[in-house]
């Protein structure tokens, strides 16, 4: 069992190990369901072993690949988690916070608000400690964005002291965030 667990690895993929399947899809069933128990756990992925065909062979699939797969590999959520902010809680985690606060506004149905997504959580990590990072939903909380004006998502604005200082509109590159970040931390 040791030699089919060195050999295992993951497809390459972003900075990953380049693959090796072979000891899986040469496996006979009976010894892949004693050996799934025993796979190694990680924070980074997770290997889910669906089923199996009469021949004893695996394929994989991807989240969005065909069905049919038999072996699924996601990769966890391991950025900084970047919270929603209410109505309810907008006062509290806002406009009292003792550090700047970059606030997306946004909405599930905006194609650009998700390209903006993965930016923001890498600022929310680069700048853990120096800056919180919200988004608010503008459908679940208008009042909020009718406040502030909000007439295009995504909308990004740095709040400090409780006052918001500036704003950008648009799904803008990291850079142009980071600009405007540096002026309040």
Known sequence: MAGFLETLTVPRAAGFPSASLSPIASSPISQLSLHRNFLPESRALKLNIHSFRSSGSVK???????????????????????LPVTDDTWQSLVLDSSLPVLVEFWAPWCGPCRMIHPVIDELAKEYKGKLTCYKVNTDESPSIA?????????????????EKKDAVIGAVPKSTLCTCIEKFC
């Open 60 to 82: 994989l699939r991807s989240k969005f690949g065909r069905r049919g797969g038999r072996i699924v590999c996601e990769a966890q959520d391991t950025a900084v988690q970047v």
């Open 146 to 162: 009718t406040k502030y004006g909000i007439r295009s998502i995504p909308t990004v604005m740095v709040f400090k002291g409780g």
